[in-house]
Structure formats: structure tokens, C-alpha cells
């Protein structure tokens, strides 16, 4: 399926609820601040749990980052090409992705209507499907071996009894209720088998599989069933929204994607100025409001680089995502400027909170950031007179089970974390553990500087707190452990060499933040507050 509405979560340029307050509560010179931006900001900082000391400190913190957007605005930052194409593909990917504000306009209040729960609804939920089922990873094999075959409860049970001998089959049993979102587009259908009834082969993601209905029950939903069937009809109904958009637009657009002129625009995009006469070629065309669209490589690049999911490292199967996810964002765009989206007081307010906060990243970075320099003596310096601060431990020690297989380990954590909470770990029964083919170390010493473990693996038990189970299985000693962490013990010096850029951040950022401070009160004095309505003083 295509992903028409890519979910790109950026706080400060989300669709908000409630009546918008355009009023102005902050004016620093002629910058002027809404109190709807005010309690956006004052939102996001209140999302992380925490103190109203720490509340207090990052309001006021924000607060003082307008009169740094002031002074890039008197420097002309807003003038800066690259911060106003990245401000209008963010703009429009935000207008179009999942839950922005076309979303909201377009497809909630049809999502809002469907999960509301009725009568009907409700009896369709109260029957659980109990299936036996048969998936077929390979249609073309099933055919081969079962050709012509009626799909009957006879011929069901005799390709069951035969799923061990194939590797192209499996079968097993599972429950469900409608609207049975673990197969798209088949919620009727399945609702109305009878039972005994043995189901036609069904597309199911990359396989196919063949259902045969056990028996019904019947069951009296309660709070926390509701909250689970309101769940899967809002993924049930925004999926067949989506599948019914993409085919909207595929009927009227009629992408045409050039594939012959694909590897020159690779070859374009690792080296423009090199390739720099290709900037013309097509990549795709396609209709748009009666006119035939044609994209080149340098309206492509540009989107590219200037979009918020920007990846240096693009290959073949990007590329292919990318292209559509162009063609499909273009629409969408479209369909918003006819609706006046744009021009809403939310989105308006949204994309000037969102372009100030571009602006003051660039403004920080070219005032202070870019002109700190750290040399290599001043690291030097800060290593050898805090040593202390260079040591880890030599060894993280705790217990260990080692499993044949990462399957078998994985599926025995939840036992693993039992056997923790019950202060069993030291003498695990085996009764209990699905797969018995483990093996169990106590007091297991991992070195840290040994060469076998990955430096993910080696940072994240050294980091874990003590009392704890690392979440994912260790490869090792042919096997797969499942690790709780009991102590470290011994040390090891840290090298200079290996703490260097460590240093270097650590003194960068000691400077940054006192350069910023000292320009910030600079800033005050050469800035007036003309309004301030926000309840904090600056």
C-alpha cells in the first residue's frame, strides 16, 4: 500500500483542537507573538514530565529565544533560500500527511462518525471467530501440488495433514472478531461464513491463507473490549479510506515513471554540478487539474534535499518510494489549495511558529556555534585534569540464559522477567521454560573490551541500570542469552583518543551556552518589549 499520508510527527506543526486565539501576547520590537503559538510551545514543554522548577526554567528559556529571532529577522535569515524551501516542503508535507490538516478536514469527520458505537456494531463484535487456518507462502508451488483441487472441509484437512511436509505451508489456530483487520478488505465476508464453512483463498499481505470456521462464540464486551474494537475501526476505516484515496488518484493521475532515466538521476544526485546537464531530464509525469505534469531532475532533487525526510543515502528502492510519495503529495497539495487550507488562521500560525523555530536553529548555528573553536590543547588540557571522569568498569557481571536460537530466547523473556520480579533467576526451573534447551550461567562476567561483543551491545549493558534485563538477546557462545544485570567491577581508563569528540562536545557546548547567554542580554537592551500578556518576566 502506498503511504498517501506519511506520518511525519513534528510537534511544533501539528493540527490543534479548539478555537483558535490569534490575539498577540508578546511583542519584542516588531516581532510579534500570538497566544496560540504561546500555549503550543507552552504544551510541547509541559509534555515532559517534570518539576515546576524545570517548567519555569524552559518557559523562560523559550520565551528568550524571541529576542534571537528578532535580531535573525533585522539580519534578513527569513531571505535565506534554504530555510524558505525547507519552510514550504515542510509546509506541505504537514498539510498533507496522516493527521495533519487536509486529514482533518477530509477524512475525521468520516473516522469520527464510524467509530462511534451502535447496536449493530456492537452484536458484530460480540461473536469471536475461532478459525483453523492454512497459509500459503508460495501460491504458485500450492497449485503444482494441488492442482485443480476443490477448496472443500475435505480437501482442507487432507493440505492441512500435509503442511509439515511442505515448507510453503503452514497451519495453525487463532481467534477473532470482526471487522477482522488482520485481513484487509475481507471484514463482510468473513463476518458472514457459516460455521463449518471453509473460506476461498484469501490474499493476506505477502501470502495467501484458507480459513476454515470452528465455531462462534458469543461474549458480552466490557470497558477495556470497547476501547480495543474502537481501536481497530479507526485503523479498519482510515485503511479503506486510504486504499480508496490511492485509487482515486492513480484513475486520475496516471503516474508514468520514466524508469529509463533512473540510474542518470542517481548518477545526478551524487554529483550534480558534475551531471549538471541532465538537470532537465523527465523522471515522472502524470495529470494534474487537465495538465500533463512533467518532472524534471531538478524539481526532484530539490524535493529531495529540502524535505523533511531527507536521507543521504538513497538507493533504487528509496528512490521508487520517493517518486510516489512526490506524485501522491502533489495531489493532496492540490486538493488543499482548492479547499482553502492555507489561508486557515491554524495552519497560518503553525507555519510562522514552525519558521521561527528554523530560523533561530540557523541563527544559533551561524552566531556562535560555527565561530567556537576548541583546539586540541584545550582537550588535552580538560582530559588530564579530570581523569575521573574517563573510567568505565573492566566488566558488567549478572546472570544468563543461553538459548539455542534467537527465537527461543525471545520468546522466554516474559519467563525471564518472571523469574526476576520472583527472585528466581539464580535457580530457574526448567518446568517453566517453553524450549528446555538452555543453559544457565550465574555471575557472568561480560568484558567490556572484548572484541566479539558489537559497541551497541558493550554501551547498553554498561549503561543499564544494575537489577535490570537487557531487552534484546546477546549473540554468543553459539547461542543467544537473555542477560540481567547485577554489578559492574573493576576499572579501565578511558584513552584520550577515545574521549575526544566527547571533550570536544563538552567544551563546545560549555562555550555555546555562555556565548548565548551574554548575546541574549546584549539583545535585551537593543530590543524593547513592546507587549508581554505571556505571565512571565524577561
Given at each position: 500500500m502506498k503511504n498517501i499520508y506519511l506520518i511525519i510527527i513534528i510537534l511544533l506543526f501539528g493540527c490543534s483542537k479548539g478555537k483558535i486565539d490569534k490575539s498577540i501576547v508578546l511583542k519584542i520590537d516588531n516581532l510579534e507573538i500570538s497566544n496560540y503559538e504561546i500555549n503550543k510551545n507552552k504544551g510541547i514543554i509541559y509534555q515532559k514530565k517534570n518539576s515546576k522548577a524545570f517548567y519555569e526554567k524552559e518557559m523562560h528559556a523559550y520565551l528568550n529565544n524571541y529576542y534571537f529571532i528578532c535580531d535573525a529577522f533585522e539580519k534578513k535569515y527569513d531571505t535565506i533560500t534554504s530555510i524558505n524551501k525547507r519552510l514550504y516542503y515542510s509546509s506541505r508535507l504537514m498539510m498533507v500527511q496522516k493527521y495533519g490538516y487536509l486529514w482533518k478536514k477530509t477524512i475525521s469527520p468520516i473516522v469520527d462518525d464510524f467509530i462511534k458505537l451502535d447496536a449493530k456494531k456492537i452484536e458484530k463484535r460480540e461473536h469471536v471467530y475461532y478459525f483453523d487456518y492454512i497459509l500459503i507462502k508460495d501460491l504458485d508451488t500450492f497449485y503444482e501440488k494441488f492442482d485443480s483441487i476443490t477448496i472443500d472441509y475435505s480437501n482442507f484437512k487432507i493440505i492441512k495433514n500435509k503442511c509439515n511436509k511442505y515448507d510453503f505451508l503452514e497451519t495453525g489456530y487463532f481467534s477473532y472478531q470482526w471487522p477482522f483487520i488482520f485481513i484487509d478488505g475481507k471484514s463482510e465476508y468473513l463476518y458472514n461464513l457459516k460455521v463449518g464453512e471453509v473460506s476461498k483463498i484469501i490474499k493476506n499481505a505477502n501470502n495467501n491463507i484458507i480459513l476454515y470456521l470452528d465455531h462462534i462464540e458469543t461474549i458480552t464486551l466490557n470497558e477495556n473490549e470497547n476501547k480495543k474494537f474502537i481501536s481497530e475501526l479507526q485503523i479498519y476505516i482510515e485503511t479503506k479510506l486510504d486504499k480508496e484515496k490511492e485509487k482515486e488518484i492513480q484513475g486520475i493521475g496516471k503516474l508514468n515513471v520514466m524508469t529509463e532515466n533512473i540510474d542518470s538521476f542517481l548518477d545526478f544526485y551524487l554529483n550534480p554540478k558534475k551531471?549538471?546537464?541532465?538537470?532537465?531530464?523527465?523522471?515522472?509525469?502524470?495529470?494534474?487539474?487537465?495538465?500533463?505534469?512533467?518532472?524534471?531532475?531538478?524539481?526532484?532533487?530539490?524535493?529531495?534535499?529540502?524535505?523533511?525526510?531527507?536521507?543521504?543515502?538513497?538507493?533504487?528502492?528509496?528512490?521508487?518510494?520517493?517518486?510516489?510519495?512526490?506524485?501522491?503529495?502533489?495531489?493532496?497539495?492540490?486538493?488543499?489549495q482548492q479547499l482553502g487550507l492555507y489561508k486557515s488562521d491554524e495552519f497560518i500560525l503553525d507555519q510562522r511558529n514552525f519558521k521561527n523555530k528554523v530560523i533561530l536553529q540557523e541563527y544559533l548555528k551561524n552566531e556562535i556555534w560555527n565561530r567556537i573553536d576548541i583546539n586540541s590543547d584545550a582537550i588535552q588540557t580538560y582530559y588530564s585534569n579530570n581523569l575521573s571522569q574517563f573510567i568505565k568498569p573492566k566488566y558488567?557481571?549478572?546472570?544468563?540464559?543461553?538459548?539455542?536460537?534467537?527465537?527461543?530466547?525471545?520468546?522466554?523473556?516474559?519467563?525471564?522477567?518472571?523469574?526476576?520480579?520472583?527472585?528466581?533467576?539464580?535457580?530457574?526451573?526448567?518446568?517453566?521454560?517453553?524450549?528446555?534447551?538452555?543453559?544457565?550461567?550465574?555471575?557472568?562476567?561480560?568484558?567490556?573490551?572484548?572484541?566479539?561483543?558489537?559497541?551497541?551491545?558493550?554501551?547498553?549493558?554498561?549503561?543499564?541500570?544494575?537489577?535490570?534485563?537487557?531487552?534484546?538477546?546477546?549473540?554468543?557462545?553459539?547461542?543467544?542469552g537473555l542477560f540481567y544485570k547485577k554489578r559492574d567491577e573493576g576499572e579501565i581508563q578511558i584513552s584520550l583518543n577515545q574521549s575526544y569528540k566527547q571533550i570536544h562536545e563538552k567544551l563546545k557546548n560549555e562555550i555555546f551556552l555562555r556565548e548565548k547567554d551574554s548575546l541574549n542580554v546584549l539583545l535585551k537592551n537593543k530590543y524593547k518589549i513592546a507587549v508581554n500578556k505571556t505571565g512571565y518576566e524577561l
Open positions: 551531471n549538471n546537464k541532465n538537470n532537465g531530464k523527465i523522471i515522472m509525469e502524470y495529470y494534474l487539474n487537465d495538465n500533463y505534469r512533467k518532472i524534471s531532475f531538478f524539481d526532484f532533487m530539490e524535493y529531495i534535499t529540502f524535505s523533511p525526510f531527507f536521507d543521504e543515502n538513497i538507493n533504487r528502492a528509496k528512490l521508487d518510494k520517493l517518486i510516489d510519495q512526490y506524485f501522491w503529495d502533489d495531489y493532496l497539495d492540490n486538493e488543499a558488567v557481571v549478572g546472570d544468563i540464559l543461553i538459548f539455542e536460537s534467537k527465537s527461543d530466547a525471545l520468546k522466554n523473556t516474559q519467563l525471564a522477567m518472571q523469574f526476576i520480579e520472583n527472585k528466581q533467576l539464580s535457580n530457574p526451573n526448567k518446568n517453566n521454560i517453553i524450549d528446555d534447551s538452555f543453559v544457565f550461567k550465574q555471575d557472568f562476567y561480560f568484558e567490556l573490551e572484548d572484541s566479539n561483543l558489537t559497541q551497541r551491545i558493550k554501551t547498553g549493558i554498561e549503561k543499564m541500570p544494575n537489577n535490570t534485563l537487557y531487552p534484546k538477546p546477546i549473540s554468543l557462545h553459539g547461542g543467544f
